[in-house]
């Protein structure tokens, strides 16, 4: 019994590592990322009111580019830590056994729907591909690629959250 605990104790222990391995280089890619948002944005904004400074129109669209990639790489995040929205009244209304199981309902859910985002998004990334967005002249799928990282990454963390268990 003993030494089924500590075998238990391991493994949880290397998937706690894994996590946050695999935490560690999204919030990375987020830093660099926001980092660039924040680059394009205040160019843009100086770039109006500065006359010497020319105001480029790939300033909004790398913005706006950067903010979608932002939202869906960090939603992984959200549920690795357990930051996301949920009811968290049901605590107080339900018994806990029965208020776990509904957390843990939850992250089945959420598995389902970063499932969904990796489907379609890389539907969407099929279907345009060919597409071209206006000022930086990139390909519009690039922005369902970040669907498609998004979704696997919170697939994995909800899988994660689900084989560790304790809602």
């Not at 222990?13 to 926001?34: E, H, N, P, Q, Y």
């Not at 913005?63 to 357990?82: N, Q, R």
């Not at 339900?94 to 499932?115: D, E, M, Q, R, T």
């Amino acid at each position: 019994m003993e030494q089924e605990k500590e075998i238990n104790k391991k493994e949880k222990s290397a998937l706690d590592k894994a996590a946050d391995w695999i935490s560690t280089g999204m919030l990375i890619l987020c830093v660099l990322v926001f980092a660039v948002m924040v680059f394009a944005v205040s160019y843009g904004v100086i770039g109006r009111y500065l006359p010497f400074v020319r105001n480029p129109r790939w300033t909004q669209e790398l913005g706006i580019l950067c903010m979608v990639w932002l939202c869906f790489l960090s939603a992984g995040f959200a549920i690795k830590e357990g930051l996301h929205v949920r009811m968290s009244i049901i605590n107080y209304l339900v018994p806990k056994k029965l208020a776990s199981f509904f957390h843990g309902c939850a992250y089945v859910l959420l598995l389902v729907i970063n499932g969904v985002w990796v489907v379609y998004g890389i539907q969407l990334m099929q279907l345009t591909k060919m597409a071209k967005m206006s000022a930086t002249r990139w390909p519009m799928s690039i922005i369902y690629l970040s669907v498609v990282i998004g979704g696997i990454y919170g697939a994995a963390m909800s899988v994660y959250r689900l084989m560790k268990g304790g809602f």
